[in-house]
């Protein structure tokens, strides 16, 4: 018989079958027994079968694409396809009948009011479809699912609002995503070529390459040639960058822009007819709607110095050297492995762990696709592990993570499926356990030998504490192990990355407990990029100078002669 | 009423039937027999509570007309599962609350795949060759989706209860 906790992983994967309709009899009389038997078990799977009647029944009655614009597979609204639904509806219609009297109806007797409602909601129904064709149409223009569109390239003794997500510098952007300063400022380099400044305390919101809405707070916008036509929405204006610099302040009840290069057209945010206002540069103009005056417009002076500090920052060389680029890389494939349960794959739990549980280590494996990088005449100048670190799941005060490099016999790791531990992929005992034979670790199980399982230099250490916000980056920068350079590091890399290893040093406790730290793998399931990020700030290889080419010229002239000289000696010899 | 716990009870049945066309079959004839016995419920008590054992004793007759079907259903398995889903009655309301909410959070194209698979109730064969990927990558989707949101809903009750 089994135990607690083997009872919880067996309810989860029969759960996994039944909810995709491919639980077997023999399966269904076993998750019966365990529901029956077992308390815990009991409860997961009410919670578990409660959310996925959620999904089937409740939520479909509103379609996800009507309240989030998702367009991507249109498709009709469930109640009008789903027969079985549509009784739900029917009853929907007499609860609100009900409501509207105050009694309760019964639409047998009262078959004219019935029809009415049945009508209107009927109508309803065709709002719903039309609204939801609409919104797939208009979806059609919006940003694709995965698209990154700005990074944050700078940041400056940055605080960010209570429950908003921290984006240290060179996080990557999607559309959609909020950046929420309580102070400090951050640059943020849009793709498009658009750079802007913003301080705190601000709202933004990246719509699109080429667009934002300021909420509130101060922005400075530099918008190069290929950017022209950048937009910054406010609450009272819509302004068009027409090749220039400017900078607005959105404020409670007014949107100021000052114009500094070039010009812009600002137009009403609340009227799609308004044909605009253009702003010059020099010229500083209010924008404000009250409800004595209505929409207003007011010229001001003109005030650089509330921009001196974003200037500064806009001023900076960007914030690497002009030929230097900052390439993200999110993890192609990670996974945890426990001694203690070292038959099991964790590939899909939404964490990686490192410490121990149990009194056994729990080391955790990142790897990354790096296929053409660098190219030719590139430098790697950093390399930095970024991961985010997972609040759930952990133990104990926090621990020191090392980082090495696998072996590349170890490279052929797969990272699995497994969520309540499976045999899908890499355990503790092997590199996948969905195979056969057996395909054990080269060195010892879990990669716990240094030099054998894993190349002995150390790459980075750190040591995190529990203490840290759930969600927080946390940096480790990579050394070049035994790689004479980064270049050479991430060019081998490029051919086939065997892994980074996260353990803890030799000689850590193992306590009986969980005492572990946690970031977010791969399987991180939020919208914000949380999966492990390799960040290299990659430069292109110095173009020797025309004076040292022509010293070269001169010194290869002479070695050719030197070595003339030798041969004619020998020859002579 | 009806309309405010029909969600509810549609969770109840499923975690008794385990099979959602079983499902939606009973609640459809629960929902009638609701609107025919009425009469019979006495205002100031729970119509959930009411409803519910209206839905078990269809339950009940359910089982009687498959008693020939391979898939049993053992008698301790429903009283157990009846009993604790009145217990966790409140809960689980709470619970499907927070989850509207977690779904928000998720990425686009995890909405989409919930979408696809439980509002369209498309295959999960059917969702693997529509996104040109297999059907293990599906599964194994929709398994880390139901895990994520499952710890959400954890996480978002214990913040709101301060813990």
Redesign the interface.
Known sequence: MNGPSENIREI?QL??A????E?T?PQ??R???I??ED?DA??L?????????????????E???LR?G?A??P?LP?LLV?P??S??FL??A???L?ATTGM?V?WRRHPVRFVAVATVLTGVAWAILFAFVLTGRQDGQRPS??GVFASITTAKQVAWMEGATHLPAGTAIRGGEYLELASGMIEVTCHSGARVVLQGPAKLIINAPGSMTLESGRVLVRVSQQARGFRVETPSVDVVDLGTEFGINVTEKETEIQVFEGKVQAYRHDNARDRGRLLVAGQATVFGNSPQLGFYVKEKKMNRSIYLALAAMLALPASQPADAALITLSASRDTTILGIVPDNNYG?L?YLGVGSVAAARNNSLISFDLTGLPGTNMVVTSATLRVFYHA?DTGGTGRTVEIYEAVSANGGWVEG?G?AGDSSGATWNERDASVVPLTPWTGAIGLESVGTAYHSQLLSSQNVLNSTADKTAVDFVLGSGQYSNLTEMTQSWSAGMSGLLLRLPDGASLPAGIDRVAFFST?D???EVLAPQLILTVEEAPVPEPATGAALGIGGMMVLGFTRRRRRRRKAA | MYEGCAGWLYGYLLSLLRRPLDAEEVLQETASLLWEKFDQFHPGTEFRAWACRVAYFKVLKFRESRAKSPLSFSDLFLERVDQEAVVMADKLDARSAALEECIKKLPRDDRGLLREHYDCETTVTGVATSRGCSVHVVYRALARIRDVLHRCINRTLMEESGG
């Open positions: 989860q759960l996994a039944l909810d995709v309709g639980l009899a269904d009389a998750l019966q027994q529901v029956a308390e009991r409860r799977y009410l919670e578990m079968m409660f959310l996925i009647g959620h999904l089937r029944y409740t939520h479909s009655q379609p996800l694409a989030e998702n991507s597979i498709a469930s789903q079985a639904l009784l739900g009853h929907s007499l609860g609100f009900s309760a019964d699912a995965d899909g939404d759930a499926t969520v399987e399931g939020v919208a």
